[in-house]
């Protein structure tokens, strides 16, 4: 029985395992999209942004408006009808100025406000909506995956163990909860693989051409890297058409050139017109101009073992403040590697077997290779580039191929009791990168009880709302060094407004040498989220200036409302900054 046959013969009856894997990929990746503060994730700002112009204008953005106008727009049509059902007039992001990536800090990149508590509504709620977007294609990729690994000779569970170890990973739930173009791209991308496949199983006619070019052409249109594509379309086609390296095969040349041109021909029909629009409006078909404009481009060549580092760990768990242990990424070393080892032994028995066609083994081969050489390309343009989503749809044909050779050592019931453990142990990987990574590092400011707030400093009463209940700081810096400033701050009444603290570093000659602007929660959450009867504690660091003459300078604090940028004036007080204290700046000699 041919693979399609099979995976159409299962469909009626899905494996167990497979039930598992999609059940717990929707439930872990809506716990990411649900708990993950919006703009967290890789490049969400700009991919949400993309669609609200989209949306709001119909237009697609310029180069000085958004970092992703150099992004193909397929991904942001199809969002844009989500996010007009929220606010697409407004884009309220507010950096927090207290991000820190050495884990003395926020990792906050924005500050959240209370908009994006639920029940979500305007802006928030089409923010969400998009994520779903997301969440709905990584469950077609997921059956994707299930699909190649079955056509290229995996039973059930083995398959469905391909499709967790790819898609149950805490990076692809994260990201897959998320708002971004890489959704779509791998989704087309596993698609277009399937089809090749299936085009090498039954051969050639001109609809199944013209389709698997229309794929490609929304792959294109998805994100450009799908044209690394290009060379295993090729071989596909020259083996469809009845081609071969044996002596005679030159005779389906021209078969198969005629499959090529037709293939050629739907992408053209679908992404020709983006092509040609990158081509006169910035000088190149994917719009290299643009990329220079939108992109940190490299100055210096890239460090490749740090860049294969950054993928490989970024494959399980990895973005700006976000990862797992260092000892873990060691571990799960193991895993990897006898994975590459059941892909060359399992491959070579599945040869001599006939289970796994080294047809499907080269075209895998191919693929990747293209897709990775894009990748160096890419690399070598921009700053950037370790990380693992940039090459999802390069992955997933060689994990299904993983699966397909791990049949081939295990007897049946041997490989569904090792799919049902992977499958458990990488959900449990995730749940773990969830709840002991990303909920602590996003968690509020911590809240403590009032009797055990320590009396240091002088209360300072904020308007009506916002009481600075004590706070306390070392009076010698270095120059060039931090001042570490402890809080601890009380809400008195409910609801108050998104309030920043700016601290000042004051000469006696009045300038203002250091200052900072962002939450009293040092970046954690927005006043407007607080809740009253519990006191909030936090920590600032105020960076010195390396140049600063040594000297006494003052301390002060001020509050605004985020909103108009209107000072509370502290009680008692006709102007709105109030000293803290006194600051002596050391010679950092």
């Given at each position: 029985m041919s693979p399609w046959r099979r995976l159409r013969s299962a469909r009626g009856v899905p494996s167990p395992q497979l039930l598992l894997v999609a059940l717990a990929y929707v439930g872990l990746a809506a716990a990411w999209s649900v708990c993950l503060p919006l703009g967290e994730a890789?490049?969400?700002?700009?991919?949400?942004?993309y669609a609200r112009i989209v949306?709001?204008?119909?237009?697609?953005p310029a180069a000085q408006e958004e970092h992703e106008a150099f992004q193909p727009p397929l991904y942001y049509a199809?969002?844009?009808v989500l996010v007009r059902l929220g606010d697409a007039s407004r884009l309220p992001l507010v950096a927090n100025a207290d991000f820190r990536l050495d884990g003395r800090g926020s990792v906050n990149l924005l500050l959240h406000s209370r908009e994006e508590a639920f029940p979500w509504a305007g802006w928030a709620l089409g923010w969400h909506l998009q994520r779903l977007l997301s969440l709905s294609l990584g469950l077609l990729s997921l059956y994707g995956i299930y699909t190649c690994a079955i056509a290229i000779g995996a039973g059930a569970a083995c398959a469905a163990m391909a499709a967790g170890l790819f898609c149950l990973t805490p990076q692809f739930t994260m990201l897959h909860g998320s708002a971004t173009n890489d959704s779509l791209a791998l989704c087309l991308g596993v698609w277009l693989f399937c089809g090749l496949l299936r085009l090498k199983h039954r051969g050639f006619s001109e609809r199944r051409l013209l389709a698997l070019g229309a794929i490609w052409g929304l792959g294109v249109l998805a994100k450009a890297s799908l044209l690394a594509a290009a060379p295993a379309i090729l071989l596909s086609a020259w083996w469809g058409s009845g081609g071969s390296c044996a002596p005679g095969g030159s005779r389906h040349i021209g078969r198969a050139m005629t499959g090529t041109l037709l293939v050629l021909c739907g992408a053209g029909i679908v992404c020709g017109w983006w092509l040609a629009r990158n081509a006169l409006v910035h000088g190149g078909p994917l719009g290299e101009q643009l990329i220079r404009q939108t992109n940190a481009v490299r100055s210096e060549p890239p460090n490749w073992g740090a860049e294969l580092w950054g993928l490989y760990r970024s494959y399980w768990f990895r973005y700006v403040g976000l990862g797992l242990p260092e000892w873990l990424y060691l571990a799960l070393l193991v895993p990897t590697l006898g994975a590459l080892g059941a892909l060359l032994i399992g491959g070579?028995?599945?040869?001599q077997r006939q289970e796994l066609s080294l047809r499907a083994c080269a075209l895998g081969l191919l693929w990747v290779g293209a897709f990775f050489a894009a990748w160096v390309r890419w690399a070598l343009t921009v700053q950037g580039t370790d990380q693992a989503r940039l090459l999802y749809p390069a992955l997933a044909p060689p994990v299904a191929l993983a699966a397909g050779a791990t049949c081939a050592l295990l007897r049946p019931h041997q490989g569904a009791r090792l799919a049902m453990a992977s499958i458990l142990l990488i959900a449990g990987l995730n749940l773990y990168a969830f709840g002991c990574r990303m909920l602590p590092a996003f968690a509020p400011a911590p809240r403590v009880l009032l009797a055990s707030v320590p009396d240091a400093g002088k209360p300072v009463q904020f308007g009506d709302a916002l009481a600075l209940l004590a706070y306390r700081f070392l009076p010698e810096v270095p120059a060039g060094g931090e001042l570490t400033l402890e809080m601890w701050w009380e809400v008195r009444r409910p609801a108050p407004p998104n309030l920043?603290?700016?601290?000042r570093l004051t000469a006696p000659d009045g300038s203002v040498p250091a200052w900072k602007r962002g939450s009293p929660s040092a970046g954690r959450d927005t006043t407007d989220r607080w809740a009253s009867g519990a006191a909030i504690y936090s920590v600032h660091r105020l960076a010195v200036p390396r140049e600063l003459p040594p000297g006494s300078y003052s301390l002060q604090a001020g509050v605004l409302e985020a909103e108009g940028g209107q000072w509370?004036?502290?009680?008692?007080?006709a102007q709105p900054i109030v000293t803290l204290g006194t600051v002596t700046v050391a010679d950092q000699g």
């Open positions: 890789p490049d969400e700002p700009g991919h949400y942004n949306a709001a204008e119909g237009r697609l199809m969002a844009s070579l028995r599945a040869r920043l603290l700016e601290l509370w004036l502290p009680d008692g007080m």
